[in-house]
């Protein structure tokens, strides 16, 4: 069954003159229409390549599969070593289709030990390694440029300890995931022969969830990944259409476009799931990094972009939706509800004098998350604030490759009416340059010397 986008709440009929008309979609029909013929055009060519990753991936999908039917059968431990798009992903569908405590269970009820680890805090690699053997461990270096220095931290010293305790056996423990072509671990991964998967050149990372990025980790944990490219395949055939009325992705990013001109600079996505949690973190990602650019595609400096937030209901209903219903008229909130919990529990009876939390008694907790997205969906509408709720039917393999293929798609349609680059990430990669520099590392001088020549900061203003 496929996703659901209920706009409803985003027009005028709904939110009175906050709301978008239905002449504000025909005014800016022929940029919508642009964008969808833009991004068919470029199906698969360029950094579009992420648009055919359901299609064309059968022999490295049947790879995956028995490697890491493999992994399961030989090790305790699955780690990904990896940031930003080499790492949300993972963690995103992880955290949707495992048990919410899938390590914490009992050694037959899961398969292997899962961690992501997307940080180079010294304190959570001791964290790691207290709690896993290497020896019983494989790790998945996922990065696609090979040089990024979190990354190659991590791969660093973890091959170091590899060495010392597993000895000439050390580099079966390691899988790369990387470019073919370009970069350091490419290099690395033919000179110790490890096991290699490739991210396809015109994949960037934030798109790369449905490549072996994000295809690997997902298959060890037996999570099936031939329905995750299934469900992303079914959704992309549903947005085939150049009328936003008739493809829910052009729609919700005509609208997202629509907002952002009426003064919406913040997009909130708040999944009523906590499985569907780190799906916001993803989320926020691929918003944040494909739309957030200085300049348009003439050189002009626009600044686009709309600030992502996270947030998880019922839970940030007691922390951000007082902001959310009474504060500024500066955001749109998303909504993701899902109909059919994989796992409901009735709400026992027991307090037949108190009639304040009776009236909860015989419902399931399914009911009450849901009623929840409902009355806080009404209190937004109620005080105009623009929302909208993408409802999945149960979370699975097929809905989720159907979630992300839709927010894929929607960001690409809005980076094109934007009428920025959506693929490129100068302002990640001028971190990345200053952090090189930093270090001194060889080819970075200039930038060492700008950073060197940069005002410094005033005494006065660190009380
Ligand atoms: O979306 C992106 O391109 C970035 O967030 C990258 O995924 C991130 O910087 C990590 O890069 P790499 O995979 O080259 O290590």
């Not at 008229?329 to 529990?345: E, H, M, P, Q, S």
Request: negative net charge.
């Amino acid at each position: 069954m496929l996703i659901k986008f209920d706009f409803n709440n985003m027009m005028e009929s709904s939110i009175g003159d906050q709301g978008i008309k239905e002449s504000d979609i025909e005014a800016v029909k022929d940029k919508a229409k642009d964008a969808y013929q833009y991004f068919e055009q470029n199906r698969g060519k360029g950094w579009m390549e992420w648009s055919e990753l359901p299609y064309n991936q059968e022999n490295v999908v049947r790879d995956i599969i028995y490697e890491a039917a493999e992994i399961r059968a030989k090790y305790k431990n699955f780690v990904v070593l990896g940031i930003g798009g080499s790492a949300l992903g993972p963690m995103a569908v992880f955290n949707a289709l495992c048990h919410l405590k899938y390590n914490d269970l009992e050694e037959k009820k899961r398969g292997v030990k899962f961690y992501v680890e997307d940080n180079v805090d010294p304190e959570r690699m001791y964290a790691l390694l207290d709690v896993i053997d290497p020896k019983e461990t494989v790790f998945n270096v996922i990065t696609k440029s090979g040089a990024t220095s979190e990354t190659m931290s991590q791969y660093l010293i973890i091959t170091d300890i590899l060495k010392k305790k597993c000895g000439e056996e050390w580099a079966k423990h390691i899988i790369a995931t990387t470019s073919e072509n370009k970069g350091n671990l490419i290099k690395l991964a033919k000179k110790e022969g490890f096991k290699t998967y490739f991210i396809p050149e015109g994949v960037g990372g934030r798109f790369s969830e449905l490549c072996p990025v994000g295809l690997l980790p997902a298959a060890v944990l037996g999570i099936d990944i031939i329905s995750l490219l299934r469900g992303a395949s079914e959704i992309d055939k549903a947005c085939n259409s150049s009328d936003p009325y008739k493809n829910p992705a052009l729609m919700a990013a005509t609208l997202q476009f629509i907002a952002m001109n009426k003064g919406k600079n913040i997009s909130v996505m708040m999944p009523y799931a906590d499985s569907l949690k780190l799906m916001a973190d993803w989320y926020c990602q691929l918003w944040g990094e494909s739309l957030g650019k200085a300049a348009d595609l003439q050189g002009n400096i626009v600044h686009a972009g709309q600030t992502p937030v996270k947030a998880l209901g019922v839970t940030d209903q007691h922390s951000q939706v007082q902001l959310y219903t009474e504060g500024p008229f500066d955001k749109v909130i998303t909504l993701i509800g899902v109909k059919n919990f994989r796992k409901d529990i009735e709400i026992a009876q027991g307090v037949e004098e108190f009639p304040d939390v009776n009236f909860l008694c015989g419902h399931t907790m399914g009911e009450l998350i849901n009623t929840e997205r409902e009355a806080t969906e009404y209190a937004l509408t109620r005080s105009k604030h623009m929302n909208n709720t993408i409802l999945l039917d149960s979370v699975n393999a097929n809905t989720i490759g159907q979630l992300m293929m839709f927010f894929q798609l929607e960001t690409a349609y809005v980076g094109k009416m934007l009428n920025i680059d959506t693929f490129n990430q100068p302002g990640v990669e001028e971190g990345k340059n200053a952090t090189y520099a930093m270090f001194n590392r060889k080819g970075y001088e200039a930038k060492k010397a700008e950073l060197d020549a940069a005002p410094k900061k005033n005494a006065k203003y660190i009380i």
